[in-house]
């Protein structure tokens, strides 16, 4: 692409993020810089997210590093610290040593002052059940400086430090209403640091990045039909990945034997696209949910039931249609927009719900 086709894209991407329900206000000239700066390894992108078996969430995850990349929010190295911060990462990471993704340092003449590590995730909920990963990612530094296994020839050019003030950034996409807090299992000394945009604008990035060709697809020209059979184990499969979801994100806040509880917020993250964040509103969803949803101790079964009609969709601007489509079998992506239609059919015969102050909207598919 030339230079001036890839303004163009990125323009008109950007046009497309702020006409979405994705879009949050903010950041708009930073916004526009990191999409630019995207489009330029967009065929990166497309082989790593085509590769056969390679799931979403991967895909999702790589973006967000690409974005904390290109982010005017995290601290930049040199030239120089940069290539020797990757070299000391890659060392690392050969010896199977945990090892951060960002690892910044002051270089002033043949001193070279480690200041800080930053580590990317896609939600602070990814890192509650390994925390060890944080505290051994500053061990294995501070052992490289004491034991002198900087690798050579940097080790013999540079007289490495710390810093007296050290950073430790856990960098997040920005979050999307309460403020992201660290679980209470991460080592102290950390704190979160967000860039730019926020995981539901990536997932749609990823959507006009990664998958042209779905973007320009006509649904008619798809297969016609599908077999009961195979939408009841398309939306069993679902269903069942959703409640493994739930379980993770939460497992710190209910105990795990407690099926009904995640039942229920499984039941409200695919028909409401939000999850709640405290225990007054988890309360309050199971309530709802179990008083409102008969079948709601087996909500596989109420899901696998086959809509009525198929719903009409835009499938250029609908994120979980693009989530849900790489799971249909035999690629019949009817089956995708099935089961939004029965997800609509089960929203409407529901009372209002339940108002939450404390929720996060969440795109539940695009975490399958």
């Known amino acids: 692409m030339t230079s001036r086709s890839v303004k163009a894209t990125s323009a008109k991407i950007f046009e497309n993020l702020k006409n979405s329900k994705e879009y949050r206000n903010g950041f708009v000239k930073q916004k526009r810089h990191i999409i630019t700066q995207l489009l330029t390894i967009k065929n990166e992108l497309i082989q790593f997210a085509k590769t056969p078996g390679r799931p979403a969430y991967q895909v999702n995850g790589l973006l967000v590093e690409h974005c904390a990349r290109f982010s005017n929010q995290l601290p930049k190295n040199t030239p120089k610290a940069q290539y020797i911060s990757e070299v000391i990462i890659n060392h690392l990471h050969g010896c199977e040593l945990s090892n951060p993704d960002y690892i910044w340092l002051k270089i002033q003449g043949r001193r070279m002052t480690f200041t800080g590590i930053g580590e990317v995730k ?14 051994f990612q500053e061990t294995n530094i501070r052992n490289l400086i004491k034991c002198g296994e900087i690798p050579s020839p940097i080790s013999k050019r540079y007289h490495a430090t710390l810093a007296d003030i050290f950073m430790r950034y856990l960098i997040l996409p920005r979050s999307t209403h309460a403020p992201h807090t660290l679980p209470a299992s991460a080592p102290l ?37 599908y077999s009961p059979e195979e939408y009841e184990s398309f939306a ?18 209910i105990p795990i034997d407690q099926k009904e509880i995640q039942n229920a917020l499984a039941m409200w993250s695919i028909i409401y696209d939000s999850i709640p964040i405290n225990r007054e509103s988890i309360d309050l969803v199971t309530q709802w949910t179990q008083a409102t949803i008969p079948h709601c101790a087996d909500m596989r079964s ?9 719903i009409g ?56």
């Open 122 to 135: 896609s939600h602070p909920f990814n890192i509650a059940h390994r925390p060890r990963q944080l505290f």
């Open 189 to 225: 000394g950390w704190e979160i640091k967000e860039i730019e945009f926020t995981l539901p604008e990536i997932i749609f990035l990823r959507h006009q990045l990664c998958e042209d060709t779905l973007l320009s697809e006509n649904l008619d020209e798809y297969n016609s039909s």
């Open 236 to 253: 069993y499969n679902i269903v069942t990945q959703v409640e493994e979801i739930i379980a993770d994100l939460f497992r710190n806040l």
């Open 302 to 310: 109420l899901v696998s039931i086959p809509p009525s009609s198929l």
């Open 313 to 368: 969709l835009d499938a250029k601007k609908n994120a979980p249609y693009h989530s849900l489509i790489q799971y249909a079998t035999a690629n019949n992506i009817l089956l995708a927009r099935a089961l939004i239609s029965r997800l609509q059919e089960i929203k409407q015969y529901l009372p209002d719900p339940p108002e939450l102050t404390h929720k996060q909207e969440i795109d539940i598919f695009g975490l399958l």
